[in-house]
């Protein structure tokens, strides 16, 4: 996105934010680090996808590594996304390779509020926006380990826990947005997660609307026949 565009967008975004950016989210928009600029003959060692081309917000992840150590040595990205999408991926790329590169299993358990708290905080509305490059990085982690071989390593992100206090996993958010809970509310009326560890509210209303992007196609090829 050429420069200009970029700074109506985010100058726009900012004003019905009530000027919530930071400078931080804003210089890794305009000038977003370990952006892919073109994909064609890069060796990655990994790579990852989420989001869904036909609803939303798409995210892809290419990671090198350090086959002694399994430190991240390059994190590239490219997205679709909004500007919170962009600085937010921006800054996961960061953190997960500076100072010689974070191991597989750190980045494994990076979170968004990790990297919201780098970026200076976002307007809570944009939360759900800038958590997309982890779950793509989670994505990535997994192609290594099936790329090397270490499939013991693979961890399926449908049985990840979510809320640590309630032993609620990823699976469960699904699982209620399949039964129509489509809001935080509803989905916490269903399942009670946040309750007892507020922390992950962040990553569920991130894995919802993960979830409604990745159905809503379905949806609407139900709804036309």
């Given at each position: 996105m050429p420069k200009s565009q970029a700074s109506d967008v985010v100058g726009k975004s900012a004003s019905n934010?009530?000027?919530?950016?930071?400078d931080t989210v804003k210089e890794h928009f305009f000038h977003p680090k370990n952006f892919m600029e073109d994909e064609a003959g890069y060796e990655a060692d990994g790579t990852g996808m989420v989001g869904s081309p036909a609803c939303g917000d798409v995210m892809r992840v290419w990671i090198k590594v350090d086959p002694k150590t399994e430190r991240i040595l390059e994190c590239?990205?490219?997205?679709?996304?909004?500007a919170s999408a962009i600085a937010a991926t921006s800054m996961m790329s960061v953190m997960v390779s500076e100072n010689g590169g974070m191991t597989l299993d750190a980045a494994?358990?990076?979170?968004?509020?990790?990297?919201m708290e780098r970026l200076g905080g976002l307007p809570a509305r944009k939360i759900h926006c800038s958590v997309l490059g982890d779950k793509a990085l989670r994505a990535a982690i997994n192609d290594y380990y099936r790329k090397t071989g270490q499939t013991e390593k693979i961890e399926i992100e449908q049985g990840r826990i979510v809320d640590k206090?309630?032993?609620?996993?990823?699976?469960?958010i699904e699982e209620a947005v399949l039964e129509g809970a489509d809001t935080l509310e509803k989905v916490q009326a269903k399942t009670k997660v946040g309750t007892?560890?507020?922390?992950?509210?962040?990553?569920?209303?991130?894995?919802?609307?993960?979830?409604?992007?990745?159905?809503?196609?379905m949806q609407k090829e139900d709804g036309s026949q």
């Open positions: 934010q009530g000027g919530f950016y930071s590239k990205w490219k997205t679709f996304g909004c494994r358990e990076l979170k968004p509020q990790q990297i206090v309630l032993k609620i996993t990823d699976h469960d007892g560890d507020p922390a992950c509210i962040p990553e569920v209303e991130q894995l919802i609307r993960f979830y409604k992007e990745k159905y809503c196609e």
